[in-house]
């Protein structure tokens, strides 16, 4: 009878334990969570067997361990975790809200030629300042400026509209996006290609000198917007002009009777009164020369100061330039003529810095080069 005396009393312990056990529920953000008005956050409890919330006309249920949370103002939202048994606990969590900003933009002017500079003007309210700002304009290019001016280029025969679009970020993240069509009317696409399709609108191959500088160039009209391009303007770069061409002048011929690099310009005029234009560098040059030599010893305790005789350079044409790299890192770029009397140029360098270890000398290098048509 004894031993079923404690038998009892044991069993009476273990139920008090199960009646009195602490369950702790908890949400996910575990602190308070910051927004955007109009966004929305996840929020997850745990800790209980099944959840009830509050607040449940921002949330997309009031039942269940997770919820989304879509408020318009900040807002406390508080669950109950029911453990069974009659246990229940609560945790509390605030989503702040940050109101959005409201972007909007106008420009000026519209409904104009291709090249136009066009101004754009930002307004913004709400949200918290200070604010950022992301453009990207139709047809290409980007800016960052809260007022910016922008060349819209677009070539043919019509009109394009073009969608650029405004992101405002204020302080706290938060963000508004606005787009805006502009109508740019077209300007012609007008196009020149050199009758020499082996070396276009380059002389180099013949060689050209003080004594016979003379090069003949023929251009043909290959626009894509011919068929509304009313009249051409040509100039030659060298002060030579054609205007007033139409599509039967072409092909046409010119001479430039002295050495150098021009820019060539084709500008035509559009029957909708837009102008486009298009610029071809012709190179009218010879095959650059030139030579390097110094005087004296190039040796000895730096700091030292060796003088550079470049030579062989007076018959160059003009546009040619001189790289002389003195082999420790730096270097100077010297353009044509070098000297007035066209005579040997010297230059000065001052060597700081030992070559040694790692090799026992510097090499000094010259490069001539003729413009960008790499004549060399």
Do not use: E
């Not at 879509?70 to 975790?81: D, L």
């Not at 190179?283 to 000895?300: D, K």
């Amino acid at each position: 009878m004894r031993k079923i005396y404690v038998f009892i009393l044991f069993i009476l312990f273990s139920s008090l334990q199960n009646t009195f056990a602490q369950y702790t529920v908890t949400i996910v953000p575990n602190s308070p969570v910051a927004i955007c008005r109009g966004d929305s956050v996840m929020l997850t409890a745990s800790g209980a067997n099944t959840y009830t919330w509050n607040n449940s006309g921002s949330l997309s249920s009031n039942t269940g361990a997770t919820v989304m949370a879509s408020p318009n103002n900040t807002t406390n939202y508080t669950v109950t975790g029911n453990c069974g048994g009659g246990n229940n606990d609560q945790a509390t969590i605030q989503v702040i809200v940050h109101p959005k900003p409201v972007a909007t933009f106008n420009f000026a002017p519209n409904n104009v030629c291709s090249g136009t500079p066009t101004n754009f003007t930002s307004n913004v309210v709400n949200g918290t300042p200070p604010y950022t700002y992301a453009w990207t304009f139709g047809g290409g290019g980007t800016s960052t400026n809260a007022n910016p001016t922008h060349n819209f280029i677009s070539l043919g025969c019509g009109t394009a509209n073009l969608v650029n679009t405004l992101i405002v970020t204020d302080a706290n993240g938060c963000k508004d996006t606005v787009s805006n069509p502009i109508t740019i009317i077209q300007a012609p696409d007008v196009q020149l290609a050199d009758a020499n399709v082996l070396s276009p609108f380059s002389n180099c191959l013949n060689n050209p000198s003080q004594s016979n500088p003379n090069d003949t160039i023929v251009v043909n009209d290959i626009s894509p917007s011919a068929g509304c391009i009313t009249t051409y303007n040509i100039n030659w770069g060298d002060g030579n002009v054609n205007n007033g061409l139409t599509g039967a002048s072409f092909p046409l011929q010119h001479i430039y009777t002295s050495l150098g690099a021009f820019n060539l310009v084709v500008t035509a005029m559009g029957t909708n009164g837009c102008a486009g234009s298009a610029t071809y560098l012709v190179a009218n040059q010879s095959n650059p020369a030139g030579g390097l030599s110094t005087l004296g010893s190039t040796s000895g305790c730096g700091p030292i100061t060796l003088p550079f005789l470049i030579n062989n350079w007076q018959s160059n044409s003009p546009g040619t330039t001189y790289n002389l790299d003195f082999g420790d890192g730096t270097f100077v770029l010297l353009n044509h003529p070098l000297n007035p009397g066209f005579t040997q140029d010297t230059v000065y360098h001052t060597y700081n810095t030992s070559s040694c270890p790692g090799s026992s000398f510097f090499t000094a290098t010259l490069t001539v080069t003729n413009w960008i048509f790499r004549c060399n």
